[in-house]
């Protein structure tokens, strides 16, 4: 059976810093789709970012950078130079053989405080 | 706006009534769902469907019923016999393919009193 674990369950920095939220995940598939949301406090999850399987480039956006490495099974999600607006719930997730679109299975979360 | 539509944002009911959550889309996709979020906890899967007139229990389907009578709706019923219903409600959806990402809606609390 797939599972995702994010150990982190809280971190709190403050503004600027750097922050890495881990997410490990457990498949015997070998195709499968990985994926970062935010939750901010309005409820709603937002899609950050989607990776397959077959494609372990790390991917940057802005201040946003992934590190895939299925050798240790991980999809970490690192934040340079923190702020206020990245305090959110953070939550990776992992679509494989029995998965698609939302029918995915989900970490418990990492909730980001970013104090100023 | 292309979205989908949760309603309403919170929900009080009295122990033993069932009450019924509103999810409309208008990003036409194919695939919608229900999920549950406790607090500390991840998401959990209540039921989903691909198609309009066919859904799928997912992992805590008990006390929960559903229905996919048109493609931009899908209401969840909580029932009486779910025994801890108070919690938060997300509804999503997707175009069904599994390299696909999930769009949500912005939840209903329910508290059950």
């Known amino acids: 059976a797939q599972k995702v674990t994010q150990a982190q369950t809280e971190i709190s920095v403050v503004e600027k810093e750097d922050v890495t939220l881990d997410c490990v995940y457990e498949?015997?598939?070998?195709?499968?789709?990985l994926f970062w949301y935010k939750q901010p406090p309005s409820g709603e999850l937002v899609f950050l970012i989607r990776?397959?399987?077959?494609?372990?480039q790390n991917e940057i956006s802005g201040r946003y950078s992934w590190n895939f490495q299925k050798s240790t099974s991980s999809f970490n999600f690192t934040i340079t130079a923190s702020q206020v607006v990245d305090s959110a719930v953070y939550f990776c997730?992992?679509?494989?053989?029995?998965?698609?679109?939302?029918?995915?299975?989900f970490g418990d979360g990492t909730t980001l405080t970013v104090k100023p | 706006d292309g979205g989908i539509t949760q309603s309403p944002k919170y929900l009080f009911r009295k122990e033993g009534q069932n009450v019924t959550l509103s999810c409309e889309q208008n990003?036409?996709?194919?695939?919608m769902y229900w999920y549950r979020q406790d607090p500390g906890q991840g998401l959990r899967l209540i039921y989903y469907?691909?198609?309009?007139?066919?859904?799928q229990k997912g992992d805590i389907a008990e006390g929960y019923s559903v229905s996919r009578e048109k493609k931009e709706s899908f209401p969840l019923t909580v029932t009486s016999a779910q025994k801890n219903p108070t919690a938060f409600y997300l509804c999503?959806?997707?175009?069904?393919?599994?390299?696909?990402?999930?769009?949500f809606g912005q939840g209903t609390r329910l508290t059950v009193v």
């Open positions: 999503a959806s997707s175009t069904g393919g599994r390299n696909t990402e999930a769009f």
């Open positions: 498949t015997r598939d070998t195709t499968y789709y």
């Open positions: 990776r397959n399987s077959f494609d372990e």
């Open positions: 997730a992992l679509s494989d053989l029995d998965g698609f679109g939302g029918k995915s299975t």
């Open positions: 990003l036409n996709h194919d695939a």
């Open positions: 469907s691909q198609i309009v007139n066919d859904f």
